[in-house]
């Protein structure tokens, strides 16, 4: 893969396990502040296994996933071999538009866990604002019974834009704002609306293809 990293640019927030996060700053970015950290993004490939236990044998703990990259067993068997205890891993997987629904959502979650081998994910993220409002609130109600289930310590979205956090948080079964929204950030899209709206809101915003995917840097 050409470009296998998030960037994670983090503010103040609610909803969201801090203690994990700094624990991983402190191991890979002691002479640094606390205000950047590096995750490993995988990607659907017959390498996801090794590259994956690859990663974390080099220092990453923050691991990102996804229903939709149909890799979250291989993630999870790399999460089995590594030489680490799955409570100093911060592992991070996303719902897929076709499972937008409260109890379809619900379901999700805990197939994303079994896949990878873990009794609870320390992030859960809607993964897009598609196909609209009614699908993403009752996927997202699905979100908060995992929280309170146990199942999930933190939930997020990606790919949303002001309008659609605005949306979510005038329906009365909404009581978890969401702690992260996972964009495509880097210098040739630094979606500035979005981070300007996220940093006034608490919400931690995670950057996807950070460098291009190698294309223009």
């Not at 994956?52 to 067993?73: F, R």
């Not at 999870?76 to 997987?93: M, N, P, R, W």
């Not at 709206?197 to 460098?211: D, F, R, S």
Request: glycine share 6%.
């Amino acid at each position: 893969e050409r470009e296998n990293f998030l960037l994670v640019l983090v503010s103040k927030s609610h909803n969201i396990d801090y203690g994990r996060i700094n624990k991983y700053i402190n191991i890979a970015f002691e002479h640094r502040t606390s205000h950047t950290i590096l995750g490993f993004g995988t990607c659907l490939s017959n390498s996801c296994t090794s590259s994956t236990l690859c990663a974390i044998q080099h220092g990453y703990t923050h691991i990102d996933t996804a229903q939709i990259y149909k890799n979250e067993k291989e993630t999870g068997e790399a999460i089995k071999k590594a030489d680490i205890k799955k409570s100093d891993l911060f592992v991070c997987s996303k719902l897929w538009e076709n499972m937008y629904g409260r109890s379809s959502a619900l379901e999700g979650v805990k197939s994303s866990a079994e896949k990878l081998g873990l009794d609870k994910i320390d992030l859960y993220l809607l993964h897009t604002p598609r196909p609209g409002q009614a699908a993403r609130t009752e996927a997202w109600r699905g979100l908060q019974d995992s929280v309170k289930l146990g199942l999930v310590k933190s939930i997020g979205v990606s790919n949303w834009a002001p309008k659609h956090f605005d949306l979510l948080m005038k329906e009365e079964a909404v009581h978890i704002f969401p702690a992260v929204n996972q964009i495509e950030f880097h210098p040739w899209q630094q979606q500035r609306e979005i981070v300007k709206y996220c940093k006034e809101k608490g919400i931690v915003v995670v950057a996807y293809t950070p460098l291009t995917q190698g294309k223009r840097l």
